[in-house]
Structures are given as C-alpha cells and as structure tokens.
C-alpha cells in the first residue's frame, strides 16, 4: 500500500525535495552584505592587481557583491556610482581609490504615513547657497555637493529632516526619505471672515478679497471688483459709480488704486458704472482704511490693491463668459515650470447690441435725468439723442523663475473707452456732438529674490499713462472745444524685508515716483487756447517694524515714511508721515485694534461740473502747485473692538479723520462757489458697525456707519458746512444663502441725503445785474435730498458643462423697487434766463444674466 501510496505522489514528493534543495542553495549563495575593505582584497586576488587608499575612507562602508558583473571595470564602475568613489587606473596591475570632495546625490522625499510622495519639498545643501524643490513624484536630484556637508529638507506640515551627505550615500543610489508629520497646537487665528466667502478682514485691520472664492452679494453676479468692496462699512459710492468711491467721506481721487503694483488714473469703464479690471484673473485684493503700511504713499483716503496670481500655474485654465454688457475671457498657461503667462481681455457689445441693462446704464450716464423750471414744473422739450459707444481692456503678466529664490514678473494693462454722442433738442433746434477716448496704459516690472531664510527684497519698476481727449461741438454747431488731460508716472520702488527673530521683522525701502500732467484746451470761438504742464518729484525711503508676541496676544506695525517732494515749476518740501497699527487681545475671542497715520498726495482731480460735455466725464487730474492747489494731507486715527465665536462676528470701530489743502475745484461744488478755487479742509468723525452671522449655508449681516463730516474754508461765509460727502446714517441689511449648487442673495442698502445748494426764494434767486445772469444762493449745502434706499437681489447656479469643464449662469435684479432715488440736484440758468433744476437719478429697475464656462 505505501508503494501504491508513493507511486502515486511520487511526483509532487520529488517536486517538493527540488524546492527545498533550491531554496538552500538559494540562501547559501546569497551573501550578507561584506565589508568594501574586504571585498577589494578579494578583486586584488581574484584579478592580480593591487589597490591604493586611505584606509579611512573606506571606513564604515559595506557591499552588496554584484553577481551580474564579471569585468573589473565594470565593478569598478559600480563601486564608484554606488560610494562615490573615483578609481584611477596607473598601470596594468596598480589602481588608486580616492573618495571625491563633491558627489552627485538623489532622493525621494515621502511622508512617513502612508509613504505618499511630497511634491515642493525643500531641499537646501547647508554651508552652501545650493537649494532644490524636489517634483511631483517628490524627487530631487543635486550635483556637486560637497561630501562633509548635510541636508535640510523641510515641508510646510511636516518636521524638518537633517541628514548627512554620507549617510545618503549610505543607504543606496537615490533612497527614499521620509518625514513625518508636525503636529502643534496652532496660535489664534486673527482673521475674521465676513459677509460671504472670500471677504476676510485681517489681523492688520486690512480687508482681503480672494476672488477665486467669492460667494455671493446682493445685485452681484460677478465678483466686480470695485463692485464689492462697497459692500464693507464706511465705503460707499454716493452716485453709484466704482470711479467714484467715497471711504469715510473722501473723494475718489483720494484712493490709491494700484494693479500689480502700479499706480491707475482710470479704474471704470462705462463712466464709471462698470470696473476696469477683469476680476477673472485679479487673484486678490486688500483694502486699507487706515494703518496703512508706510510701503505706501499717496492716497489720503485708502488704498486698494489688485494683485493678479504671483504663481505658475500647474496645468492650463482659463474661461470665458458674457453678460447684457460685456463678453470677456481670461487663460492661464504654463509653459514649463519656470516659466507661465497670464492674459485676459473684455468688450462692450453696446455698439452693436442694446439690452435692458444697456438701456438702463446708458440712461443714467448720458441723462441729466429730469430738468423742472424755478417753479418745480417739469421742462418738456423734445430731445432726441444717438450715441456710438464702446470700451475694452486687456491685461497681461509673464512669470519666470529663475530659481527657487529669484523671480521675475512683467505685467500690462490696456482699458479705452470710446464715445460718440449727439444730443438734439427739437424743440430749440440745436445739436450738440461731444466725443470722448479715454485710455491708459500701464507696463510694470518686478524682480523677487529670497537672498536667505531671513532677507528679501522686491523691486517694483513700472510705466503708467493716462490720456482723456474731448471735443464738444456745441451752439448749433459753430463752437468747438477741444479738451486734453494726460497723465505719465514712472516710479521706481524698491522694499527690503528682513527677519530679525522669529517674531520681530524689519521693512525698509526707497521710492522714487515722477509725475508729469498735461492739462490742453482750444476753443475756436472765441478764440481761447491753453495749455499747463507741471512734473513732481517724489524721493520717499521708509522703514517699518512688524512684532508679533509669541501667542499673538500683542501684534504691532510701527514705521515711518519720509517724502522729499519736488515740483520742478514752483516748490519743494519734506514731508514726515508716522504710520501705528496695533493689535491686542483683551479676552477669548475679543481683541482691540488701534490705528493711526500721517498721509499725504500731490496729485488730484479737479471736476469740471460747467454743462459741456453732457455731464459725461469732466474730472481732469491736476498736480499741486502750493499755491492754488497745496500738497493735500490728512492725519487720521482710529480704535476698534471685534468679538468672533462660532461663526457670529461683531465689529465697531470709531474714527476721526482731517484732510487739509483741498480746494473747491476738486469737491465737485455746484453753488457760488464752484470756479473761486478756494482752499479749506475737512473733518470727519464717524463709528462704523458690522454684525454677521453665518452658517454652512447662510450668511446674514447688518452694517450701520454714522458720519459727520464739515468743510473750513475760511474764505467762505460760513466758514463751516456739511461736506459735499456728508452722509450721515447709512444702513444695510442683507444675506446670503447656499444650497447645493445655487447661490442666491438679497440685501436693502438705506442712507440719508446728501447735502445740496438751493437758490434763495422768490425773486432774490436771480441776479440780473451780470451777463449772462446768476443764482443767488442759500448758505452752502442747506439743504438735503430725500434718503436713498435700494433693494437688490442676485442668484447664481454652478453646473458641469462636461469632464473638466464648468459652468455657471446668473441672473441679478437692481433696484427691485423701481424706486427714483436722487442722487444729485443742482440748478443752471438757460438762455431765457431762467433758472433750471437738475436732478440726476439713480438706476431704474435693471436685470442682467450671465453665463461663463471655466476649466
């Protein structure tokens, strides 16, 4: 039977003997790693040569023998690769070994987790400027490293890993390195987001707007830059333009508006109702009211940042879309890793399309919206007008690294907008043609370098021209007049940034900006023609300390700006402008701020409210003199509370503000007043207060601001009245709510009238004594315009067009009510020398769609 037994398994008997002889055979011939010392000996033997070296550097080496490698070249050739050790042939039987000064090394840096791969790590060769971001599969490759030195490798997340060059040698060809994870317990987080998603205010007091995560706000269906920021407190645009921002009751010439650094002169297109800049590729935006950094000059009132992505991209994006206005696209493109470009462009298609948008924005720009006589009754001539209108804009940047440590950015920027307009007046037969190019280019350069772990600079050089052309063919065709405004800066900007420890770092820097502006004007009958020019001159250096305690509990911006200004036509002085931004913390969740700064700006625009040029666009930018128009400056301060817990944010901030060297040419004055370019101040005090609640999917808000803001004029009886900007109560109330892939918002804005000039009563209104004759008014800004409220709602639906490609539709509604809300009213004298009012009004009832598709 056990014969049968063994027949019939004889095979799998003799099958399991091989294997358990092959696997013994197997692990005798696989060898232990052996000393290299050895192993040479052994090539001496086997080869009959002789090997010279240092015994030292042989030291604490061990071989895997190659099986496969019969040829002592070839094994010398392995040896050398695998220690890096250089063997020199002298004769045919001596050889040398000599362990090279510099190697070539490689590694994969991998979490010790899951053993993933860790892409942007930072390699740095210590004692050496050598420095390596390891790829997307987390390998970094370095030549000529010397020998003794080691490697910090490091990744944000992770703890930071020191290795030797030798011990690298060690564990093989390219071994694989890993990290293990940090774990701390984080500082508080001194932000609070606000409003909707991507409006954050910062520790610094600053608002950041990160675009590529906007959410959604009432009437907003595209995150319009210039737009959105009227949603925070103290910035309103009391006609409901972007090119006319008033922040804490300043004109909009007081703003500092820059775009990757440079300085614009035109931030709207459609006279100022639509921004000028592409919101699609602008990455993020900061807005400053105070405590602004003493990086910055100009700008008595704020300062708005644009700054476009300052990263290469991974892969192409890019998108496009059109609303009842404009159609635009923007892309993204990486041409390799040290090198990407940035481009976007927009157009109007109100020159060929005309939509109920069109209708309503073309109504409320080219209308001096209801004219009535001294006795409030409506005038009712027929008026018949035609316009040709159109603008774009295109912007541009160039992205080169040339290292991990130096880089290199070029941008561009175009916006031009073009006007033909002819208004007739039927009733009295005349016809007046204006036309209207407005245009600004701006070019600008900038060149990164991190020189170590604690020093950096930036250099900020750019080019920016503005240029307004006007004519106005106007008395039935027989006067023209012919208007220039140009605007030309080059500035050179240079900021040092260095660490002195980890919580105390130190800012310097030097400015040189200068400023040319032509103002030109003909006139064919009478015969008139002028043409001022004027150059300024700017040597600004500042410096600026930034301390953080180590819980974050104390946070200070301390510095200082020193402007050496130069007009080359008629002065020069120094100007010294202390900046403080102080953070403290008080309690869980409750922290204080105090702010304060010196500002200062030798450019303004002088608003030329005469009734040529239809009301369209009569702001001209001038340079101050110290005559007619002083350096103006202004000194603000201000202290603040804010309490955030479980997503529900309380913020009220109290100001007081004083700008002095405005005149009445640049406050756009509409009374006796208007042409004598006197020179006065104003002052503001205000409190300003935000409440929000938010959710998952939600987000509701109330603000409230108060303002009382009164010019001094001393030249002016009285000396004292409400600004022109004197809004005092202003209130919003809205929300926000998520569901899925829909967006919908809806929010009522209030505030009170602004200040106007009437005419006295009866016949003492109008002076006949002159020629043409004139109103006598009431006491400056006596009276106030009813109070302004508006109802806006907005929803946006996001859906997938296909793999890789999205899309979203939106459809918003602008003063839902229909409701007439005055804006502005003022009174001129026509040719039967009667006095008329004018009454501008706001935006009737406006819808508006989008569609955009991105990937």
Not at 319 to 341: H, Q, R, S
Not at 350 to 377: C, G, H, M, V, W
Not at 437 to 454: A, E, Y
Request: glycine share 6%; with cysteine.
């Amino acid at each position: 039977m056990l014969g049968t037994l063994f027949n019939k398994h004889s095979g799998l008997f003799l099958a399991l003997l091989f294997f358990l002889f092959h696997s013994t055979h197997a692990q005798e011939e696989q060898q232990s790693p052996i000393d290299l010392v050895s192993y040479i000996k052994s090539l001496e033997n086997r080869f009959e040569v002789k090997f010279s070296y240092i015994n030292e550097d042989m030291d604490g080496l061990s071989i895997d023998p190659p099986k496969n490698l019969g040829d002592l070249g070839d094994i010398l050739s392995f040896i050398e690769s695998q220690f890096q050790i250089k063997a020199e042939k002298l004769s045919a039987r001596y050889y040398t070994l000599t362990k090279s000064s510099v190697v070539d090394i490689c590694g994969i840096v991998l979490d010790n987790f899951a053993e993933n791969t860790i892409p942007g790590a930072t390699v740095e060769i210590l004692g050496t400027d050598m420095a390596q971001i390891s790829d997307t599969n987390g390998v970094f490759n370095l030549r000529q490293v010397p020998r003794k030195a080691s490697l910090k490798i490091r990744y944000l997340g992770y703890l930071t890993k020191y290795i030797s060059v030798e011990e690298l040698l060690l564990q093989g060809e390219c071994p694989r390195i890993l990290l293990a994870q940090h774990y701390e317990e984080l500082d508080e987080v001194i932000v609070y987001k606000f409003l909707t998603s991507g409006i954050i205010k910062e520790k610094d007091a600053s608002i950041s707007l990160n675009t590529s995560e906007f959410g959604i706000l009432p009437g907003l269906i595209e995150p319009d830059v210039l737009q959105t920021v009227q949603a925070l407190p103290g910035i309103k645009s009391i006609d409901e333009t972007v090119s006319d921002i008033n922040v804490r009751g300043g004109t909009n010439d007081q703003n500092l508006i820059l775009w990757n650094g440079i300085k614009m002169y035109q931030s709207g297109h459609f006279f100022g109702l639509i921004s000028a800049f592409n919101p699609y590729l602008t990455d993020k935006v900061t807005i400053y009211k105070n405590g602004t950094p003493a990086a910055f000059g100009d700008g008595v009132s704020s300062v708005i940042q644009m700054e476009t992505s300052d990263h290469i991209a991974n892969t192409w994006t890019g998108g496009a879309g059109f609303n009842l206005i404009t159609g635009d696209m923007y892309t993204e493109v990486p041409f390799n890793e040290k090198l990407g470009v940035q481009f976007s462009a927009r157009r109007s298609m109100t020159d060929f399309l005309s939509t109920p948008a069109y209708k309503q924005f073309f109504d409320r720009a080219f209308q001096d919206s209801e004219i009535t006589d001294e006795d409030n009754n409506t005038v009712d001539d027929e008026i018949t007008r035609e316009e040709d209108f159109f603008f774009y804009d295109f912007g541009g940047k160039l992205l080169y690294d040339i290292n991990d440590r130096h880089k290199v950015r070029l941008s561009l920027i175009n916006i031009k907008n073009n006007l033909k307009y002819v208004e007739h007046n039927v009733t009295d037969n005349e016809r007046t043609v204006s036309l209207l190019k407005q245009d600004n280019l701006s070019i600008g350069g900038q060149f990164q370098s991190q020189w170590t772990d604690r020093f950096s600079s930036h250099l900020n050089i750019y080019y920016s021209r503005y240029n307004l052309d006007a004519q106005n063919l106007f008395g039935n065709q027989v006067q023209l007049l012919f208007q220039n405004n140009k605007v030309i800066e080059n500035a050179l900007k240079l900021s040092t940034d260095y660490g002195i420890s980890e919580h105390l770092d130190w800012n310097n820097g030097y400015q040189y900006i200068e400023t040319g502006i032509t103002n030109a004007t003909e006139l064919n009958e009478p015969k008139f023609s002028s043409e001022i020019k004027g150059v300024i001159r700017i040597h600004a250096p500042f410096s600026q300390l930034n301390y953080a305690s180590l819980d974050n509990r104390f946070m200070a911006k301390v510095g200082a700006r020193f402007n050496f200004i130069e007009n080359l036509n008629t002065f020069s002085k120094v100007l010294i402008e202390p900046r403080l931004n102080l953070n403290i913390k008080l309690a869980n969740y409750l922290r204080a701020e105090i702010l304060g700064e010196f500002k200062s700006q030798t450019t303004n625009q002088v608003v030329d409210l005469e009734q040529n040029f239809l009301g369209v666009e009569k702001r001209r930018w001038v340079l101050s003199n110290d005559t007619t128009l002083p350096v103006t400056k202004s000194k603000q301060g201000s202290a603040g509370i804010n309490y955030e817990k479980n997503n529900f944010y309380v913020g009220v901030e109290g100001f007081y503000k004083n700008v002095d060297g405005i005149s009445t040419n640049t406050q756009g004055f509409q009374n006796p007043h208007q042409f004598s370019g006197e020179i006065g101040s104003y002052q503001v005090k205000g409190i300003e207060f935000l409440i929000n609640k938010k959710s998952d999917r939600f987000s509701t808000w109330l603000s409230y601001s108060f303002n009382k803001n009164d010019y001094t004029f001393d030249s002016i009886v009285p000396q004292k009245f409400p600004n022109n900007l004197d809004i005092r109560h202003t209130l919003t109330f809205a929300g926000a709510y998520t569901y899925k892939n829909l967006k919908l918002s809806l929010g009522v804005n209030y505030r009170t009238g602004k200040p106007y000039t009437e005419p006295l009563d009866g016949d003492d209104a109008l002076d006949n004594d002159f020629t043409p004759a004139r109103i006598n008014y009431k006491a400056p800004n006596s009276s106030r315009l009813p109070e302004y409220f508006r109802a806006d709602a907005s929803a946006i639906y996001s859906f997938k067009l296909g793999t890789g490609i999205n899309a979203n539709a939106g459809l918003s509604l602008l003063n839902m009510t229909n409701r007439k809300n005055s804006l502005n009213k003022y009174y001129r004298v026509n040719e039967n020398d009667e006095i008329e009012a004018v009454e501008n009004l706001s935006l009737g009832i406006t819808p508006n769609f989008s569609f955009r598709v991105s990937f």
